[in-house]
């Protein structure tokens, strides 16, 4: 055992709140949300940054000791990684996403560069007994919020949004949602429900208003699979419908066809039914086209509207209307629209408040 200062701390540890002084085993668990720290032997110019537990980003440059943890990556449109079978001191290894998840990488996306590689310098550990100096491999369920099966969203309702790929506008819709909600006067919570580890899409939910978020990494997952991620919507819905929110948005990363675990999702009868809505972000009409009939089709599900790239213009828009039947409205040009219809299919009505132009003049 033996300790060492940290330069940067990665986002996806923030369960353990970690201090910059950690102490090391050479004991390394070759465990998915084990915590390492590693030193960077490499440059990058692009996809160069970190994201700290405060959201912040970090320039990562040669020679910084970084704490991560172990995990895998299977982006469509980013790098994808395997966790390695086992791990030792010294070994090299990759960050494989802004939010200091580590991993081998064995596809490379040519637009970001190869991968930052790196030394292993060992495995965190955490002091849990008091008084005693025993310590014990750090990982990212340390203070989560544990997985239950049950689901009780206690009549809130739930707009879910999906997309036909990253990237198609997901979050944007997500926040646009929160933020027209929030501006009517309603409480509304979110959530981020598949993907690799990163804190930007929650935050940006807190930035337009949520009351409550809760990303995936809060309940101790690095990267959702298919085998979890039901139980992972489960939890949160569960955990935010608590709080007695007006309305609950949970944007489900990645896209219909991805490796995350949407389709365990979508197939999954009990979150099926808590579904109110269901906004769809695709980038062109093509691809609109087939994801309302995937929903339909595959997964029983009516699509309330679409956005995403695809209605950027009114072109776009009437080609969507006319060939699948289902409203399209803008997230960036047309929130209220979006927002209107929405709260049709979930059945609330909320006006914007009003403003008494009296007290303006005070």
Known sequence: MRKTLVDKIGSVTLNCRLSREVYLSSEIPAIEGGVIVVRVLTSKTTYNQLELPSGRLSKIKPGDIVAGALGHRKALFGYSGRMPESVQVGDRVNLLN???????CDSVNPDFGEPFVCEVLGQVLHFPYLGARVGVPAHITQGAIPLRPALDVA???????????????????????????????????????TGVSLRRDVLAMEDAGASATLTFTDLGVVTTTAAE??????????????????????????????????????????????????VLAANDPVAAWGGVRLLAERHDLPTTVVTGPATDNAPGS??????TGVPAHNARTDPAGLADVVLARIGLRADPPSVDDEAWND
């Open 155 to 193: 009549g809130v309702p739930v707009v879910a949004v999906v997309g036909t790929c990253m990237n198609a506008g997901k979050t944007y819709a997500a926040c646009a949602l929160v933020q027209a909600f929030a501006h009517r006067g309603m409480k509304v919570a979110a959530a981020k429900a």
């Open 98 to 104: 802004t939010g200091g998840v580590i991993g081998v």
């Open 229 to 278: 991620a039901p139980n992972i919507v489960r939890t949160q819905l569960t955990e935010l419908a608590k709080d007695k929110p007006d309305v609950i948005v949970i944007e489900l990363g990645d896209g219909l066809l991805g490796l995350y675990g949407v389709d365990a999702i979508l197939d999954d009868l009990q979150l099926r039914a808590a579904f109110t809505a269901i």
């Open 318 to 323: 009437r080609l969507i209307v006319r060939d």
